[in-house]
């Protein structure tokens, strides 16, 4: 008998690998020498893939099982004991369907190959309802402190004169008779490996199990009617234009009293006429006058939540930037911190006069020599920022 290949080199695997990358590697070659796949390949061919496929599950039943792959690691294929990797392709090992299943989603058909097991039949079919988007206009106010909305939409309800079942009485209402009540309908087809059962969506009951002899007049049997309602949402603080809020359960009712879909609520934030959002910080624009710069003065400031004054000291130069603290927007992931909040960048810019009659050229003219610049350190900083910044 020929020796067996190391479990790890049959995958293509290290031996430090994890067992996401186990599963990962065997799902590769499971697609790869699945039966199925090799059904018009020569003899040669379909005996190949058979063996490998063998191969390749045997190594991931010992490798995915961690008592298995320590003994093995340890010992070899004499740690197994008898089991040589227990994997009995003639029936001993019932569970590499439920392996197969895992791997692919729960989708896998099963095949009568390699001893006779076989895929499962899935669950009655359980409807969902299709979700509903709909967009609300914010205004950065309603943004600072979070609001509640009243939305109006039309969407599927379950059918209250039938109950949502599609039918009024419940002898209306029976056992499909091609499935039995499963849901699906099977056919067995042949290939070199054996006998394979497939499954598919009934095609009486649309993968029901049940069939309606007289649908409810309202709803058509589906157990759903069109209604206009008002949600009431409520909008956190801080959310941002584009963010998609998801409220579970307030899309569309499902068919026979399945699962809601879900109300997807996408902000669109309205623009404020003076201040700029970026984040959750604001940026405002105050314009200075030629003797309010020299001179200092005080300011008024547009916040959100009303107006704020600060004085400017005499000589500040255009450009400046002030910063309020914590006078921008809730940040949404803060959870109520008092670090949460944004500030409000407020950038001071001196207005120059393109034009002056002529006593003001004068006057200026006679000052001239006092404004030669004499920079201190603070504004050697902010030219030295702005000429970064060009």
């Given at each position: 008998m020929a020796e067996k290949r190391d479990y790890y080199?049959?995958?293509?695997?290290?031996?430090?690998?994890?067992?996401?990358?186990?599963?990962?590697?065997?799902?590769?070659?499971?697609?790869?020498?699945?039966?199925?796949?090799?059904?018009?390949?020569?003899?040669?061919?379909?005996?190949?893939?058979?063996?490998?496929?063998?191969?390749?599950?045997?190594?991931?039943?010992?490798?995915?099982?961690?008592?298995?792959r320590a003994k093995y690691d340890q010992f070899g294929q004499a740690g197994l004991g008898g089991n040589a990797g227990g994997f009995d392709f003639?029936?001993?090992?019932?569970?590499?369907?439920?392996?197969?299943?895992?791997?692919?989603?729960?989708?896998?058909?099963?095949?009568?190959?390699?001893?006779?097991?076989?895929?499962?039949?899935?669950?009655?079919?359980?409807?969902?309802?299709r979700d509903i988007r709909t967009r609300v206009k914010l205004t950065l106010e309603e943004i600072a402190t979070g609001c509640a909305k009243e939305i109006s939409l039309e969407r599927d309800r379950p059918c209250t004169e039938c109950g949502g079942k599609g039918a009024k009485n419940e002898s209306d209402i029976k056992t499909c008779p091609n499935?039995?009540?499963?849901?699906?309908?099977?056919?067995?087809?042949?290939?070199?490996?054996?006998?394979?059962?497939?499954?598919?969506?009934?095609?009486?009951?649309?993968?029901?199990?049940?069939?309606?002899?007289?649908?409810?007049?309202?709803?058509?049997?589906?157990?759903?009617?069109?209604?206009?309602?008002?949600?009431?949402?409520?909008?956190?603080?801080?959310?941002?234009?584009?963010?998609?809020?998801?409220?579970?359960?307030?899309?569309h009712g499902a068919k026979h009293n399945g699962v809601n879909g879900d109300l997807l609520i996408v902000i669109e934030e309205e623009t404020h006429p003076q201040l700029r959002r970026k984040g959750s910080n604001l940026f405002y624009t105050k314009i200075l006058s030629l003797d309010e710069a020299i001179l200092g003065?005080?300011?008024?400031?547009?916040?959100?939540?009303?107006?704020?004054?600060?004085?400017?000291?005499?000589?500040?130069?255009?450009?400046?930037?002030?910063?309020?603290?914590?006078?921008?927007?809730?940040?949404?992931?803060?959870?109520?911190?008092?670090?949460?909040?944004?500030d409000l960048y407020v950038k001071l810019l001196v207005w120059i006069p393109?034009?002056?009659d002529r006593k003001e050229r004068e006057m200026i003219s006679s000052m001239k020599d006092s404004f030669k610049p004499n920079l201190s350190n603070e504004d050697k900083a902010l030219f030295d920022t702005m000429k970064e910044n060009f």
């Open positions: 080199e049959v995958l293509g695997i290290s031996k430090s690998a994890s067992a996401d990358d186990i599963k990962s590697a065997y799902r590769k070659a499971a697609l790869k020498w699945h039966p199925d796949r090799w059904v018009s390949g020569t003899d040669a061919e379909k005996k190949t893939a058979e063996e490998n496929f063998k191969e390749a599950s045997e190594a991931y039943s010992v490798l995915s099982d961690p008592d298995k003639s029936g001993g090992f019932g569970n590499l369907n439920d392996i197969l299943n895992d791997l692919f989603g729960g989708n896998f058909s099963g095949f009568g190959g390699f001893g006779g097991f076989g895929g499962g039949q899935q669950q009655q079919k359980v409807y969902r309802g499935c039995h009540g499963s849901g699906q309908e099977q056919r067995v087809t042949n290939s070199f490996f054996g006998q394979s059962v497939v499954y598919s969506t009934c095609s009486r009951c649309g993968g029901e199990g049940k069939i309606i002899d007289h649908p409810c007049h309202s709803c058509g049997g589906t157990g759903l009617v069109r209604k206009r309602e008002k949600v009431r949402v409520n909008i956190p603080a801080g959310v941002e234009n584009g963010m998609q809020l998801n409220i579970r359960g307030e899309g003065t005080e300011v008024s400031v547009p916040c959100l939540d009303g107006t704020y004054k600060f004085k400017v000291d005499p000589g500040v130069q255009s450009g400046k930037i002030v910063k309020l603290k914590g006078r921008g927007l809730p940040n949404i992931n803060s959870y109520g911190r008092s670090s949460g909040k944004g393109r034009k002056l």
